[in-house]
C-alpha cells in the first residue's frame, strides 16, 4: 500500500528527543529513544487494558499517577512482557538510570518497551543505550525517536497540528509505532505526543481520552490490547497563553480538535501498515438500537478473518458481513439487510442489486481504500472502526516471526 | 494433514439413504442428500445460533417443533440464507415436494442448506434434484450421502458405534460436513446422527445436547455459528429393546457415549478439514475461577490469528498465548501463568524453561496434532477447546473462492 509518511514536523516547544542504536537490537538498527521536557510537565496517558500488562506499564502506571512527568523512555525490541517480577525490577532500576542521567527524579520517568514478550532486559546494554540516549538529546531528534520505536513498522509515523489559541499559536506533535492488522493492539502500539500548550491534568486526560476513542480505540479489532500499549500527552505550556483548565471552551475545543485530528491519522497509519494489509478500510454499522449493540456487530464484522480475506480479494461478498453480523449476538431482522462499498449500494431491503452492480462493488473494492456501510433497521445506534484486509503476507510474516 | 476416513460404516437400522447429482453444482458432483426414515421417527436438533439463520434454518426449527421427522433433505451448493422471505417460500415448497414424492406430511421433512449464500434456488432443477434422490434411496446410500453434502470438504466424514443395551445391539450412525478452521460454523456445520435405539425426543434431545456441547460447540471458535448449521439425531425404535424415556441410567448413559464419540470424532474431522489446516490442536485452559471465565480465556486464545499462525510455524511462542489470555478481560495472576506442549512445560509459575526446553516444545509443534495446556491460576475453573492451525492456504483459498 502506498504511504505518505510527509515531512517531519517541527515539534512542539519545551521539549528535545533522541533515538539511537544502544545495543538492544542487531544490525545497528535504532532502539532506544527519549523524549524530555525542560522541566516536569502536565501528563495524561492511557494504557492497555490487557490483565497481563507488561512490566512497564505497571510502572508507568504508578509515575503518572500524579499527573507529572518529564521524560518518556521507550526501548524498541524487547517488550519487558511476561518477565514477572523480575522484569518490574528491571524497569524501576532503568527509571533510576535514565533519571540519575537526567538529574531528576525516577518518578518523574513514564517507561515503555515494545518487541518480544518473555525475555528479561540486560542492564549492561540498556544502560549504554541511555547513557547514548541521553547524549544525543536535541531539539532536532523528533524523527530519530519516531524510527527508534518501530518493531514491524515498515514505516516511521508522525503527525502534527498547529491551533491558535487566544491569540498564541499552539503546537501538538505526536510519533506513534504499530503495524497492527488483526491485533493493532498486540505488543505493537505506542504513541507519545508532546504539546507547547498549558493544560490542566484533568483538561489533559479529558482530550487525550476523546481523541484515543476516536481513533485508536476503533482501529483495535475485538478492543483488542496488548501487553504493553501506551499513549501518553505531555503537554509543556511553554506556549504564550493561558493555561486551559476544564474541558470545554473555545481553547479546548481547538486542542482537542488538533489531538483527535493527530490521533486519527496515526491510527490510520497504523492499521495501513498492517502486516502485509493492502486496503485500508472504514466500516459503518447503522441502525441498531443503539451505539452499543452496532459497536458489538461492528467488532464481530471486523474481527472476522472471513470478511478480511475477502477484503484482500475485492469481492464483495456480503454474505460473510451478513453472517459475522449474525454472529454477533445482536438482535436484527436480515431481511432489513443493507450494504454499501463507497456509494455503490449492493444490498437493499434483504435484496440483491444486479451482477452489474457487483461489478461496480468490486472494482470500488480494488482500490486501496473505501467504506463499507452496513444498515441493519431503523435505529438511531451506529458504530465505525478502521480495518484492513488479511493477506497470504500476514500469515507468512507471523508463523515465521521469531518468538 | 493425513487423514483416515475409516471404512463406511453400516448405518443403523430403519433409515434409507440417497445422494445425487441434481444440478445445483456443476460437473456432475452430488449435491443433493436424503435420509428417511421408514415411519415418522423421534428427532432431536440442535441449529445455529446465529441472527441471520438461513430459510431453511428458520422452516427446520418449525417442523421438529413436534419432535417427529421422517425426512432430512440437504442440499449443498447454495445456503439459501440471506434470501428473505423468497428463500422461505423456496423452503417450504421443496418440503412440499419431497413430501409429495414420499407420500408423508411436509412437517416431517427437517431441511438443511449449504453453500453460497444470497442466491435463491431455482426450483425446476431443485425438483429434478428432489425426484433423482427419491430414486436413489437404499439402504446402502450412506457413503453417497455422506458426499453429497460436502462443500469445500477435502474428504467426506462418517463416524459409527455399536452398543449392548438390555440384550439388544443399538447402532449410531453419523454423517457431517464442514471444513472450518477459523469459523467451522461458517455456512459449514451439518450433521445427521441416526440410530435405531428406541428414545424418547427429551432422551435424544439430552443426548444431542450432551453430545454437541462437548464436541461442535468447543470446536467452535468465538461460539461461531453459521447461518445454516444444524445437528440432527433421528432415532428409528427399530433395535429390539425398550424405550429410554428420560436422561439417566446405564442404557441412555451407553448411547449417549456413542453420541459423543461419535461427535468428537465428526468435529475433530471437521477441524482436521479446515481450509489449510495442518495441525489439530487441543487446547485445555485450568486454573481460573469458574468454568465460565476459562471458556472466556479458551475462546480468546483460539479466536487469535497470531496463536494460530505461531501454530502453523510450530513456534512455541507463550508470549502470544499470554497476551491472548490477557486480552480476554478475565482477572489472573500473569506470574501464574504456565503452558506445556504435551508433556513439555515450557513456562511455570511465569518463568520460562531453558533453550533446550523450548527446542523440545518446537519438536512437538511439528507433529500434526498436540495439545496445549494452560493453567492461570490454582480456581477449579477449566475449558477444552479444539483448533487448527492458520496457513498461507487458508487466506489464498478464502480470498479467491467467489461470493
Given at each position: 500500500?502506498?504511504?505518505?509518511?510527509?515531512?517531519?514536523?517541527?515539534?512542539?516547544?519545551?521539549?528535545?528527543?533522541?533515538?539511537?542504536?544502544?545495543?538492544?537490537?542487531?544490525?545497528?538498527?535504532?532502539?532506544?529513544?527519549?523524549?524530555?521536557?525542560?522541566?516536569?510537565?502536565?501528563?495524561?496517558?492511557?494504557?492497555?487494558?490487557?490483565?497481563?500488562?507488561?512490566?512497564?506499564?505497571?510502572?508507568?502506571?504508578?509515575?503518572?499517577?500524579?499527573?507529572?512527568?518529564?521524560?518518556?523512555?521507550?526501548?524498541?525490541?524487547?517488550?519487558?512482557?511476561?518477565?514477572?517480577?523480575?522484569?518490574?525490577?528491571?524497569?524501576?532500576?532503568?527509571?533510576?538510570?535514565?533519571?540519575?542521567?537526567?538529574?531528576?527524579?525516577?518518578?518523574?520517568?513514564?517507561?515503555?518497551?515494545?518487541?518480544?514478550?518473555?525475555?528479561?532486559?540486560?542492564?549492561?546494554?540498556?544502560?549504554?543505550?541511555?547513557?547514548?540516549?541521553?547524549?544525543?538529546?536535541?531539539?532536532?531528534?523528533?524523527?530519530?525517536?519516531?524510527?527508534?520505536?518501530?518493531?514491524?513498522?515498515?514505516?516511521?509515523?508522525?503527525?502534527?497540528?498547529?491551533?491558535?489559541?487566544?491569540?498564541?499559536?499552539?503546537?501538538?506533535?505526536?510519533?506513534?509505532?504499530?503495524?497492527?492488522?488483526?491485533?493493532?493492539?498486540?505488543?505493537?502500539?505506542?504513541?507519545?505526543?508532546?504539546?507547547?500548550?498549558?493544560?490542566?491534568?484533568?483538561?489533559?486526560?479529558?482530550?487525550?481520552?476523546?481523541?484515543?476513542?476516536?481513533?485508536?480505540?476503533?482501529?483495535?479489532?475485538?478492543?483488542?490490547?496488548?501487553?504493553?500499549?501506551?499513549?501518553?500527552?505531555?503537554?509543556?505550556?511553554?506556549?504564550?497563553?493561558?493555561?486551559?483548565?476544564?474541558?470545554?471552551?473555545?481553547?479546548?475545543?481547538?486542542?482537542?480538535?488538533?489531538?483527535?485530528?493527530?490521533?486519527?491519522?496515526?491510527?490510520?497509519?497504523?492499521?495501513?501498515?498492517?502486516?502485509?494489509?493492502?486496503?485500508?478500510?472504514?466500516?459503518?454499522?447503522?441502525?441498531?438500537?443503539?451505539?452499543?449493540?452496532?459497536?458489538?456487530?461492528?467488532?464481530?464484522?471486523?474481527?472476522?478473518?472471513?470478511?478480511?480475506?475477502?477484503?484482500?480479494?475485492?469481492?464483495?461478498?456480503?454474505?460473510?458481513?451478513?453472517?459475522?453480523?449474525?454472529?454477533?449476538?445482536?438482535?436484527?431482522?436480515?431481511?432489513?439487510?443493507?450494504?454499501?462499498?463507497?456509494?455503490?449500494?449492493l444490498v437493499r431491503d434483504g435484496m440483491v442489486a444486479s451482477a452489474e452492480v457487483r461489478s461496480m462493488a468490486r472494482k470500488v473494492m480494488r482500490g486501496d481504500a473505501f467504506a463499507v456501510r452496513i444498515s441493519l433497521g431503523s435505529g438511531?445506534?451506529?458504530?465505525?472502526?478502521?480495518?484492513?484486509?488479511?493477506?497470504?503476507?500476514?500469515?507468512?510474516?507471523?508463523?515465521?516471526?521469531?518468538?
Open positions: 500500500m502506498k504511504i505518505e509518511i510527509g515531512p517531519i514536523p517541527k515539534p512542539a516547544r519545551g521539549f528535545r528527543f533522541s533515538g539511537v542504536h544502544g545495543g538492544l537490537k542487531a544490525r545497528g538498527r535504532r532502539d532506544f529513544a527519549i523524549v524530555v521536557a525542560d522541566r516536569p510537565s502536565v501528563c495524561a496517558a492511557v494504557f492497555t487494558q490487557n490483565k497481563a500488562a507488561a512490566a512497564p506499564v505497571v510502572v508507568a502506571r504508578r509515575n503518572v499517577a500524579d499527573g507529572r512527568i518529564q521524560a518518556v523512555m521507550i526501548n524498541s525490541g524487547n517488550a519487558n512482557a511476561g518477565t514477572g517480577e523480575r522484569g518490574r525490577k528491571f524497569t524501576e532500576w532503568s527509571c533510576r538510570e535514565l533519571a540519575s542521567r537526567l538529574s531528576i527524579d525516577p518518578g518523574l520517568i513514564l517507561p515503555c518497551s515494545t518487541g518480544v514478550i518473555g525475555v528479561v532486559l540486560e542492564r549492561t546494554p540498556f544502560a549504554r543505550a541511555v547513557s547514548l540516549g541521553v547524549d544525543g538529546l536535541s531539539k532536532n531528534g523528533f524523527a530519530a525517536a519516531a524510527r527508534a520505536i518501530m518493531t514491524s513498522d515498515e514505516f516511521p509515523k508522525w503527525s502534527s497540528r498547529q491551533v491558535e489559541i487566544a491569540g498564541a499559536t499552539v503546537a501538538v506533535t505526536a510519533m506513534a509505532k504499530g503495524a497492527g492488522m488483526i491485533h493493532p493492539g498486540m505488543a505493537t502500539m505506542l504513541c507519545v505526543i508532546v504539546t507547547d500548550a498549558d493544560l490542566s491534568r484533568d483538561a489533559a486526560q479529558a482530550i487525550l481520552n476523546t481523541a484515543v476513542a476516536q481513533s485508536f480505540n476503533i482501529a483495535s479489532v475485538d478492543g483488542d490490547t496488548s501487553t504493553n500499549d501506551a499513549v501518553v500527552l505531555l503537554a509543556s505550556a511553554e506556549a504564550a497563553g493561558h493555561c486551559i483548565e476544564t474541558a470545554g471552551g473555545a481553547d479546548y475545543d481547538a486542542v482537542c480538535t488538533a489531538v483527535c485530528a493527530i490521533c486519527d491519522d496515526l491510527a490510520r497509519m497504523i492499521v495501513r501498515d498492517g502486516e502485509g494489509a493492502t486496503k485500508l478500510v472504514d466500516i459503518f454499522v447503522e441502525g441498531l438500537d443503539d451505539d452499543a449493540r452496532a459497536g458489538v456487530v461492528a467488532d464481530s464484522i471486523v474481527g472476522s478473518v472471513l470478511v478480511k480475506t475477502a477484503f484482500a480479494g475485492a469481492d464483495p461478498n456480503w454474505g460473510r458481513l451478513l453472517a459475522a453480523a449474525g454472529n454477533a449476538g445482536v438482535d436484527f431482522d436480515p431481511d432489513a439487510f443493507e450494504v454499501s462499498f463507497d456509494e455503490v449500494q438511531p445506534g451506529r458504530a465505525h472502526r478502521i480495518t484492513s484486509d488479511l493477506t497470504e503476507h500476514y500469515v507468512r510474516f507471523n508463523s515465521s516471526y521469531t518468538s
